[in-house]
Structure formats: structure tokens, C-alpha cells
């Protein structure tokens, strides 16, 4: 992309391919289908990237640029053998097996990642004190609590904070952010006190 406006006609251009792709997919294609409409688009997006004007008669040179690039493609990073394996499978017209290997990453991408958020968080040093504090004095101000928190944060080993979170460097307990802290003290407050 030689300048702002090249990039921004390749956005525009993006989303319109991705668009036209979305668009033309029905709950009863088949993976062959799918894997084929994938391989045009990754194309598609590649001609619109080298800016190739959307003539037939200009693509093949740009396609096999694209089909170059793919097939040399190594990648060492485990985040990207799956998807680098799918796409070359694409290439070489195996439509079907190219969806199955993305479908099965889709599946354990959000199997992962369900597990990690039914993991339990745990209640860090920081998250203790903060209950801590509130429980203390349920009347805190959020600018009070930050202060007392700052203050707690310089005389505990290992307790850290800067300008947007307070957190333990010890341990796998999510860092409170600032901005949240007001949101504790509410919680908190009803928690202690009652609704009302």
C-alpha cells in the first residue's frame, strides 16, 4: 500500500469481498462448496490487495503470485500450522478436507476458551485487600480506596501498580483496574449492608 488512500480503497474493498462472501453462504452448502467459495476469496482479497483491477483478464498473474506465496509458506509458529496446513490444502484443490481442518480448530479454539472461563480466577492479595478495605469502611471513596491501596501497595512485597491497575506479581489473580474500583465499592456495599 503506497498511501492512505490506496489503504483505504483496499478496506473498502475488503469488506465489500468479505460481504459478497458472507453473503452467498447458505446453511446447506456443502464443505466442497464452502472450501472453494474460501480459495475465491482469499484470492479475490489478495488482487484487491496488489490493487489488480476487478478484471478477469488481469488476475492470472496476480492468482499465481497469491498460489506462490501460499505454497511457500512455512511457518514455524504452533498458532499458525493449522491455519498454514488448511490453506494449503485449499491450493491444491482439497476443498473439503481444507473446512474440516479449520472446523476443528474453530471447535477446540472455543473449547479452550470456554475452559478457561469456567477456570476459577481466585482471590488475589490485591482483591482481598480491597474487600478488606470496604468491609472496614463501607462509606470509602473510590479516590480513598485508590489511595489506601497505593499507599498498602508500597510497603507489600510484590504487590505492583501504575497509572490503570494494582496487582500482584506473585500470583495469577487478575489485576484490579482503577476504573473498576467503583464498581467494587457498590458491590461491595451491598454485599455488606443490603440493597437500598
Do not use: C
Not at 491450493?91 to 477456570?119: H, Y
Amino acid at each position: 500500500m503506497s498511501s492512505k488512500l490506496d489503504q483505504e480503497k483496499f478496506e473498502q474493498a475488503l469488506k465489500e469481498l468479505t460481504e459478497k462472501f458472507l453473503a452467498g453462504e447458505t446453511p446447506d452448502d456443502s464443505t466442497e462448496k464452502i472450501g472453494k467459495d474460501l480459495m475465491q476469496y482469499i484470492l479475490a482479497r489478495q488482487r484487491a490487495h496488489q490493487g489488480v483491477p476487478d478484471i478477469p483478464t488481469d488476475w492470472p498473474t496476480a492468482d499465481r503470485k497469491t498460489r506462490n506465496i501460499i505454497r511457500n509458506w512455512d511457518t514455524d509458529n504452533d498458532q499458525f500450522l493449522l491455519t498454514e496446513k488448511a490453506i494449503k490444502r485449499l491450493l491444491r484443490g482439497k476443498f473439503s478436507d481444507a473446512v474440516n481442518i479449520v472446523e476443528r480448530k474453530n471447535t477446540r479454539i472455543s473449547f479452550e476458551q470456554s475452559q478457561r472461563a469456567k477456570a476459577p480466577r481466585g482471590n488475589g492479595r490485591v482483591a482481598e485487600k480491597i474487600e478488606e478495605l470496604i468491609s472496614n469502611n463501607p462509606s470509602i471513596s473510590h479516590k480513598q480506596l485508590r489511595l489506601e491501596l497505593e499507599v498498602w501497595a508500597a510497603a507489600t512485597a510484590g504487590i505492583q501498580f501504575d497509572e490503570v491497575e494494582i496487582y500482584d506479581e506473585n500470583d495469577n489473580a487478575q489485576p484490579a483496574k482503577w476504573s473498576g474500583l467503583k464498581d467494587r465499592i457498590y458491590r461491595m456495599r451491598i454485599k455488606i449492608l443490603g440493597p437500598g
